[in-house]
């Protein structure tokens, strides 16, 4: 089975703009969830989709939106970009999202925001 | 609040046993996972832990005490790749399942 896929692997934008970043789970699992890594935060949870609908949110400002297709791929959109957000943006797939499954992690897109 | 504590950063020698500790304060706890993380890479899934006790898996092992919020991951026999980061995380069930992640603890392993 192939891994989890996220394009682009890297971008550079510059503040002000909107960013969209795509991912593609493993085939089979159906939720999706996004997360932020940061040197001095770790990973920090930005939200979670399942079935096309957003079932969890971390505590990110509204201008973090994502949102999951029928075929359980699912896009984040970032809009006017700030400087700290720049960071390492890694999606994780599961089966259910359910007790006692395991996330997969992608590869990450690594953004830069000049 | 929901909060991960582990060591930033540890180093130790080729073939020796190192204990990589994670304490943690959450409610609705619903299992603990370790990844490792090497540079520039996905974090991989190493172990998952939610009864108390001791799991093993070749060269590596994780233990949980749920009463006092505590897990490590011991690595034995260590080996050069074992170098990366080591993230402890925690699943917590509030409604749904929710992933809290520690900042990891990076590892160095000399010759």
């Known amino acids: 089975k192939a891994g989890v896929t996220q394009t682009p692997r890297y971008l550079i934008k510059t503040r002000g703009q909107q960013v969209t970043l795509s991912c593609s789970p493993i085939s089979g699992h159906r939720s999706v969830s996004w997360y932020q890594q940061t040197p001095g935060q770790g990973l920090q949870f930005l939200f979670e989709?399942?079935?096309?609908?957003?079932?969890n949110k971390g505590n990110f400002p509204g201008r973090f939106s994502g949102r999951q297709f029928s075929n359980s791929r699912s896009e984040m959109n970032v809009s006017t970009l700030e400087l700290g957000d720049s960071a390492l943006y890694l999606c994780a797939s599961s089966s259910s999202g359910g007790a006692g499954e395991t996330q997969y992690f992608g590869p990450g897109t690594r953004l830069l925001v000049l | 609040g929901q909060n991960i504590d582990q060591p930033t950063e540890m180093t130790a020698t080729e073939g020796a046993i190192v204990q990589i500790n994670c304490t943690y304060q959450t409610s609705g706890f619903n299992g603990l996972f370790w990844y490792q993380q090497h540079a520039g890479e996905a974090p991989t899934f190493l172990s998952y832990?939610?009864?108390?006790g001791l799991e093993e898996k070749g060269r590596f092992s994780s233990f949980l005490s749920r009463s006092k919020g505590y897990s490590y991951l011991l690595l034995k026999e260590l080996q050069m790749k074992d170098s990366a980061s080591y993230l402890c995380a925690v699943r917590v069930n509030s409604g749904t399942y929710k992933y809290i992640f520690g900042t990891g603890t990076r590892l160095k392993v000399l010759a």
């Open positions: 832990n939610v009864l108390d």
């Open positions: 989709y399942f079935s096309e609908t957003q079932r």
